[in-house]
């Protein structure tokens, strides 16, 4: 044989394993030094395990604060990071780039300060608490913040501004009438972060649309599948626990007197003081930013207290950076010391600074999250988990899972969401399944956990703002954890499961690069799409109308990998007999190719 023919057949398995050489751990820097390596999943579990321990022990069973706790997972998480050969200054860039994705939620997230400082200031909150005592029953309390929460939080966008000035006063309301606080707090909370998961204005809810690819109001439109029914479950709750909660002696019209009178001879109520309301409502329709539209909002409120309320200037200021105190009141015969104490509760609150303990706690969680995807941790622990995922009702359980320990981990619910999103993209693509069902799931099992759980920073702000723990409203908001139950029987069910067709499969995999020949299409995942209950492309005929498209939804891939074996052996025939007619050099060049399955894992 010439040299020529010998280089020529060379050439295919030098070119492949140059590309080997480039996948991550396994490459050369410049300058000839090695790269950082790709953990394994007992290294990648390492911090993830360190941090449910410390919150476990530290933040829950002992009660100490929480910052320390995530630090010191970070800490751990550096230190595995620079084992795989990562620099501090890789470390730190890392970073620094997840504080800029979450910038505009720190600055809405002040901004909600801002808002209840000044709300409170310009009379907006206890006018809202005023009517709320005279108009609204105990057995009706429950069901009423849950609608009025949901509403306020579909026009305003934010679940963080609507607890933080509706909820609130439902709190107050709730207070006055010695209801079930745990049980308004839930209702508070569950009915925000359904108008959330419904406002195009949310940040979530947009990042949740990015980073699946889906166009926002499809996501949204989607999304009713399973906020819907878990919004109505909500709603059957605390119908039926409304009725039944008998109204205490001390919730007596005397005391609901008390409580409106101190509010009334407090403040000058008048329609003006909804304006700053209205405005928010205004920027929602119009669809205008968030940001200001909150800024108008609490000038207006500002404005409010100067006029009406004979606020001085000076202590209206203050009242939108470290809060509003009672003390600050001037109306006529008010007397600050002898204002009932769930009033004071109630209006002492609020500033930009309040919310520097919320942003503490994510920074401490940014840290980490940042960290961990330098290392790539998270997208190891995926794929062990996405290996048994061989079906619609298991990927979508997965996905579930993906968002649990993401939110688990992380404590911040935008990088909850943009890390699952990009992660899982490719993978329901190539079975199929529309974009726009992970996006759903990823809200379903990280968005609206997130206030649910005690050590993220939704958490902590609804305990903090509604004054009540986090566990002891956590039975009472069902939607938070109901979605995700309605999202694994549509799994397994296929209702309200979307799916793609042939056409516009093939346009998303070109894009994604994830065709059927692409990595990660070996042996459970290459069979994917036809078992995810006859997609396209099953066996039985389009969308599995056939009974091969049932058998493949209840026994699993056994059709499909029957299948797929057939395929590779008919595709292989030609392949042996050309190969046996080669010259000795062609097996040599095509033997690179059969380990390149196990690197999708």
Known sequence: MSPRRVRADAAPEKAQKAQQGKQPGQGKQAGGAAGPRRPSPAVALLPVVTMFVLLGVGNIALDLPSEPMILASAVVAGLVAVRLGHSY??????????????????LILICVGLMMGTWTAGGTIPMLTFYGLKIVSPQMLPLTALIVSAVVSLCTGTSWGSVGTIGVAFMGVAAGLDANLGMVAGAVVAGAYFGDKLSPLSDTTNLAAMATGVNLYTHIGHVLYTTVPSFLATGGVMTVAGLSTDVSPDASPQRLRELTDALGGAYDFN???????????????????????????????????????????????????????????????????????????????????????????????????????????????VERMLRLARTTGRLILTTIATGLLTIGVTSNGQISILMPGETLRGVYVKRGLHPKNLGRTIEDSASVVEPILPWTAAGAYMAGTLGVATLDYLPWAVLCWSGMVFAVLWGFTGFGIARLGPEEQRAMEAEEGVGGAGPGSSGTEASGGPEVSGGPGASGGPAGNGPAGAETSRDGASDGDEAARERASAGAAPAASAASSASPASPASSSPSAPSAPTAD
């Open 89 to 106: 200054e890789a470390i730190t860039n890392a970073i620094a780039q997840k504080f800029a994705k979450v910038t505009p939620a720190v």
């Open 271 to 381: 329609p003006l003081l909804l304006l700053p309301v209205a405005i928010v409502l205004a920027g929602s329709l119009l669809r205008r930013p968030s940001i200001p539209v909150m800024l108008l909002s609490s000038l207006v409120a500002m404005v409010n207290a100067l006029v009406f309320q004979g606020i001085s200037l000076a202590d209206t200021i203050t009242s939108a950076v470290s809060g509003f105190k009672t003390t600050m009141l001037t109306a006529p015969g008010f007397d600050a010391d002898s204002v009932p104490d769930s009033i004071v509760s109630l209006l002492d609150r609020g500033g930009m600074q309040s919310m520097m303990n919320t942003l503490l706690i994510a920074f401490c969680a940014i840290a980490f999250a940042g960290i961990m995807s330098l290392t790539g941790s998270l997208d190891v622990l």
